[in-house]
């Protein structure tokens, strides 16, 4: 099993900004993607950005230009850089990885617990 601990959420000001950091933990894993999600009330959970472990990103067209998705390898650990906030970005975000355990033999998907953000003023 992966466990995933998030941390960073907060409420802030439009034009501000917030990290969000998101470390996982466990034995005999290896992961692939990690990403961020987002779900706000009443909406469906959307990617807002995600990583391959090879470097590749991929962004909302909604974020893009305002976040950044990066990663520490050695730690097991994801962030992601919010500038610019909008109150649209208020969501709970959620970290997710592709990992693969030696228990279980296989790919899975792991999901934290999830951080709220909140833009207002």
């Known amino acids: 099993q992966v466990q995933l601990v998030e941390s960073g959420g907060g409420l802030v000001q439009p034009g501000g900004s917030l990290r969000l950091s998101c470390a996982a933990s466990g034995i005999g894993f290896s992961i692939n993607y990690m990403a961020w999600y987002r779900q706000a009330p009443g909406k469906q959970r959307e990617l807002v950005a995600r990583?391959?472990?090879?470097?590749?990103?991929k962004y909302a067209d909604s974020v893009k230009g305002r976040f950044t998705i990066s990663r520490d390898n050695a730690k097991n650990t994801v962030y992601l850089q919010m500038n610019s906030l909008k109150p649209e970005d208020t969501a709970v975000y959620y970290c997710?990885?592709?990992?693969?355990?030696?228990?279980?033999?296989?790919?899975?998907?792991?999901w934290g617990q999830g951080t709220q953000v909140t833009v207002s003023s």
């Open positions: 997710n990885v592709d990992a693969w355990t030696t228990e279980r033999r296989n790919w899975d998907d792991y």
């Open positions: 990583t391959a472990s090879i470097g590749i990103t």
